[in-house]
């Protein structure tokens, strides 16, 4: 396949320039049923010397009109006649172009998380990815940039009276391959999943560091991807067959609560084509990569419907179908039981026994990482048709008779109307705050980026624009 790609590469890049897209989808469920917990981005690396040199050119076009939108186009040999294009196109919540920093991302993904997770709430990053598109290139410098958040508010905070450190930071680095997991902060040693009577997951043999200083933190990290590179070099590629995880519990003194952040860097799924030449071993090792992908989708996708349905009005007549989280299928998910755990609530998703299960708050994000060239197409298309499956059209409230509550059932009519009403003297642009989003897609968009557009209306402050942002939030939560 790849000489057939070399060999067109001026006949595709014809095609690829004539090529028009067609008019953005936007059809309402895509734009206004997916909930704030959940945010699906895509991350497409730049081009680096060796995809240069190896001659492959770019398949993987952001749409212009959107920032939700890829294309991928792929060359078909057809059997009778000149090679023809294929298209496609994938949907995200986001889609972070190859000059957008891994410090941007943070700011507009991550840096939400950390209030969040400091009041007890569960955040969750996944990077996922074929081999080389960036996963570990993403998450170690996300792993860096939130623990160096989190130590700077911790010792703000040390400066009060309190004897007590009240943001105590605890760091574990753990791998999964297969069902076999390791500590990375202790020499690779192997260590045990365990459940206990009351359903908590234990990482038994797994050292959790406290965290004093940044610099420690830091240390601790380079600790561990040394450990993964070590692996990879000694095993061929290991890095790309395991998943990492990296939890970062926060106690916070002042309030009794504990967070967690987990950071997490999956391994790469690979076509069963692309492993034949690689033998019974390798065949295996896919198998066990695609299968936890696979119950990790079935477990987000089951959380986000959870939140969704917990949206629902309690009292209605008919209870919907109840989501499943198969949580117990797979090492990874057993390790992330904190983001499925849905607790009591009304009864309605069918749990495989959480046991004690606390049904915390959680919001997950997930970067689908892509290379651009052409040679990895194949894989590019499979990494965004996993992103696009973790996508969960969760009931939507305000819909088939329901009445609307609160920003998360508006659309974009309502949400216009709400900010000329509530914008205050000096108004702020609907068209420039909210040109096409829903209420749940406003309630998404980042303080920066929320701040940012209000600051393009004339005379608009930043506490202006703060002011709004808290009256929509006010308004959510109270719905
Ligand atoms: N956004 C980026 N900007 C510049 N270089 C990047 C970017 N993303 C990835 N790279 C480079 O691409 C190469 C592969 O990245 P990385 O190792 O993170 O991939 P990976 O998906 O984790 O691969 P594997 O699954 O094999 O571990 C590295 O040399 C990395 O420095």
Redesign the pocket.
């Given at each position: 396949m790849d000489q057939f790609y070399l060999k067109n590469v001026a006949l595709y890049q014809n095609l690829v320039d004539a090529f028009h897209p067609p008019p953005s989808m936007t059809s309402a469920a895509f734009s206004k049923s997916a909930p704030p917990e959940m945010v699906v981005s895509a991350?497409?690396?730049?081009f680096?010397q060796e995809d240069i040199a190896s001659g492959f050119p770019c398949a993987v076009y952001p749409r212009a009109v959107s920032s939700r939108v890829v294309d991928i186009h792929d060359l078909y040999n057809h059997p009778r006649g000149r090679p023809i294009l294929k298209s496609f196109n994938y949907k995200v919540d986001k889609v972070f172009t190859?000059e957008?920093?891994?410090e941007q991302i943070y700011q507009d993904l991550v840096a939400n998380l950390l209030p969040f997770v400091r009041s007890g709430g569960v955040g969750t990053v996944f990077?996922y990815?074929?081999?080389?598109?960036?996963?570990?290139?993403?998450?170690?410098k996300l792993e860096q940039l939130a623990i160096q958040s989190l130590t700077n508010s911790s010792s703000s905070n040390s400066n009060t009276s309190s004897s007590l450190r009240p943001l105590e930071i605890q760091l574990t680095i753990i791998e999964l391959a297969g069902n076999s997991a390791f500590d990375l902060l202790t020499s690779r040693k192997p260590i045990s999943i365990l459940e206990d009577s009351s359903g908590t997951i234990h990482l038994s043999g797994a050292a959790e560091h406290t965290i004093p200083t940044l610099s420690s933190a830091l240390s601790l990290i380079d600790l561990a991807s040394s450990f993964?590179r070590t692996e990879?070099t000694l095993k061929n590629?290991a890095?790309?067959?395991s998943h990492s995880i990296c939890r970062i519990r926060i106690s916070n003194h002042s309030t009794g609560t504990e967070g967690f952040l987990y950071l997490v860097?999956l391994?790469?799924s690979e076509a069963a084509r692309d492993v034949a030449s690689h033998g019974a071993e390798r065949m295996r090792e896919t198998k066990e990569i695609n299968m936890s992908l696979s119950v990790l989708k079935d477990c987000i996708r089951g959380r986000a419907e959870w939140d969704g349905y917990s949206r629902l009005r309690e009292g209605k007549k008919g209870r919907k179908v109840a989501p499943r989280i198969p949580f117990r299928q797979s090492a990874l998910t057993k390790v992330l039981k904190h983001i499925f755990e849905t607790g009591g609530g009304s009864g309605t998703v069918k749990e495989e026994g959480t046991g004690g299960g606390t049904g915390r708050a959680c919001k997950t994000v997930v970067i689908a990482?892509v290379?651009p060239s052409l040679g990895d197409v194949a894989a590019t298309k499979n990494t965004l048709r996993y992103a696009e499956m973790l996508r969960v059209n969760v009931p939507v409230v305000g819909t088939a008779g329901d009445k609307v509550e609160g920003p998360m059932g508006w659309g974009n009519k309502q949400v216009r109307e709400w900010i000329l009403k509530e914008s205050g003297d000096v108004p702020i642009s609907p068209e420039i705050l909210a040109p096409t989003e829903s209420g749940a897609e406003v309630l998404r968009i980042s303080a920066l980026e929320f701040e940012y557009r209000c600051s393009k209306s004339p005379g608009v402050t930043l506490e202006h624009a703060k002011a709004l942002r808290l009256k929509l939030w006010k308004l959510h939560a109270e719905s």
């Open positions: 991350r497409i690396r730049p680096l190859p957008v920093t891994t990077a990815g074929q081999t080389g598109s960036g996963k570990t290139f993403t998450i170690s993964r990879s590629d890095s790309s067959r860097d391994a790469g990482c290379n």
